[in-house]
């Protein structure tokens, strides 16, 4: 693995499904990010991780929830997935020193 | 809320010719960002301006910051058909959770 990857790279899911979106990084990055990206309204921060054993709210949070069990894997899951929920997700990841962030491939997910 | 927002929103320019972008923030950063995203694929960072720095190049890419006007631009010289993409700058204003991106500018590059 070189980066970030994510799975699957599309799903369609039916409303009031659960579903996880997983992501893997191998740069030994302390944060990571997902964001879900909308026509006309860019990116916006779901959930954050400074550090494994630690996760945070970014700004639209509602309907999902993280973990980070280890340094590597931050995956994002849809209790009950709704139509609003739509979207391409992106997995992030950054380092303390350089502030850059590095992005997967992202995820295509159309809920019905 | 969107903390910075690009203009324009599209452009469209001949091959060989400059584009520049612009992007409008509206409290204290510590540094700004530009990334830029093909079709269909994740971001990928070009460029990062501190709040101290007033100019910094990459190769092609020159990118300004006014901490006084809240303002940045990327200047794209002599534009390649591969510079084809969507651009969005990302404003820092320090903690993790407080990057922010725009909605961006989608580059189109005319061979």
């Known amino acids: 693995i070189a980066g970030i990857t994510q799975a699957p790279t599309s799903q369609i899911l039916a409303a009031g499904r659960r579903m996880t979106l997983r992501c893997t990084q191998d740069?030994?990055?302390?944060?990571m990010y997902w964001y879900r990206q909308d026509l006309g309204l860019g990116l916006r921060l779901i959930h954050y991780?400074?550090?494994?054993?630690?996760?945070g709210k970014g700004e639209v949070p509602d309907g999902y929830s993280v973990s980070r069990a280890n340094t590597d894997d931050f995956p994002l899951t849809l209790a009950s997935a709704v139509p609003s929920q739509t979207s391409v997700y992106f997995c992030?990841?950054?380092?303390?020193?350089?502030?850059?962030?590095?992005f997967g491939p992202g995820t295509r997910l159309t809920v019905l | 809320s969107q903390q910075g927002e690009e203009d324009p929103q599209a452009l469209s320019i001949q091959e060989g010719e400059n584009a520049t972008m612009n992007c409008s923030y509206k409290?204290?950063?510590?540094?700004l960002q530009w990334y830029r995203q093909n079709s269909g694929r994740g971001l990928v960072h070009l460029i990062l301006?501190?709040?101290?720095?007033r100019e910094k190049h990459s190769g092609r890419l020159r990118v300004t910051l006014d901490t006084s006007k809240k303002s940045s631009s990327l200047l794209i010289t002599a534009s390649r058909a591969a510079d084809t993409a969507s651009y969005f700058c990302?404003?820092?204003?320090?903690?993790?959770?407080?990057?922010?991106f725009g909605t961006g500018t989608k580059l189109q590059v005319i061979p």
């Open positions: 740069m030994r990055h302390n944060a």
């Open positions: 991780s400074n550090t494994a054993g630690t996760t």
């Open positions: 301006i501190r709040s101290n720095e």
């Open positions: 990302a404003t820092d204003r320090g903690g993790y959770q407080k990057v922010t």
């Open positions: 992030a990841s950054s380092d303390l020193r350089t502030d850059t962030q590095y």
């Open positions: 409290t204290s950063i510590n540094n």
